[in-house]
């Protein structure tokens, strides 16, 4: 006889109380697919065998939620983005300005802050600026405030960046005191919690990937609400905001869009 429980339908609403992820905000193909080949591998039959596993075992659940947030990153990810952003997008919002508030939603483990840290201190050095960097995983969190990285993290890293930035020690590449200094990291559900707001500058980069049409609508009007007018929001490589045209958000450059009113 079929076990009623096993079921996605099941096992989302068991996982929701234990993670505080709610996976009904989440593509149902991919992440059932994701799911499963992760009990697959680990040789769990039922999505209650599964589950029970996930309550007894932290380290199955962390690997396990590791492979589902998927938190690959890397400094300087798609160059010519980041080229776009120090050429173009940052003299322009800095006219008239000399501070600047940055989030990086989705941060995981702190590529992407660190690289807006070090883009601002290397070409905008009279800038004054804070960044805040969120995500819903502790662990990558923890990695980000260690800021130890190793050497396919810098893939696309100038290397006199690498080198001005970063002490090479016996553990991996170490970011310095004065990249970490300008960067808060906390953790943060981005279809839960609740935004800060008055941001000029906002990069949310291969986070939404998996999110359902309604989740990344209702996510992009939040982050419209925290930006300030003219503030920019940066997306990644695959993410558009076609259809979108009620969110107040005008495209300026590729991958990002800045707030009209
Ligand atoms: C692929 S990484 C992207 C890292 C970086 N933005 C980049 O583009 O290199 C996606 C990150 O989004 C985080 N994430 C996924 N769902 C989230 C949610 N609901 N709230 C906050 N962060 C989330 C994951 O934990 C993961 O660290």
Known sequence: MLNPENTYEWFIKAFHP??????NFYKQNQMQRRILSFMNSHK???FPDFMKALNEDSVLFDSFFKHLTINVSQFFRDTTQWTTLRETILP???QGKTSLKLWSAGCSSGQEPYSLAITLMEYFSHTHFSILATDIDVNVLKQAKDGVYKQNDFASTPPELLQKYFTLTDKG???????????SFKQQNLLTD?????FDFLACRNVVIYFTEEAKE?????FTQSLNKDGILFTGSTEHLFGMNNLGLKPVSSFFYQKQE
């Open 18 to 23: 234990k993670s505080g992820l709610d996976l």
């Open 44 to 46: 769990y039959p039922t």
């Open 92 to 94: 322009k919002l800095l």
């Open 173 to 183: 590449y170490q970011i310095k005191d004065s990249v970490k200094r300008q960067v």
């Open 194 to 198: 609740r935004f800060e707001s008055g």
């Open 218 to 222: 209702m996510l992009y009007q939040k």
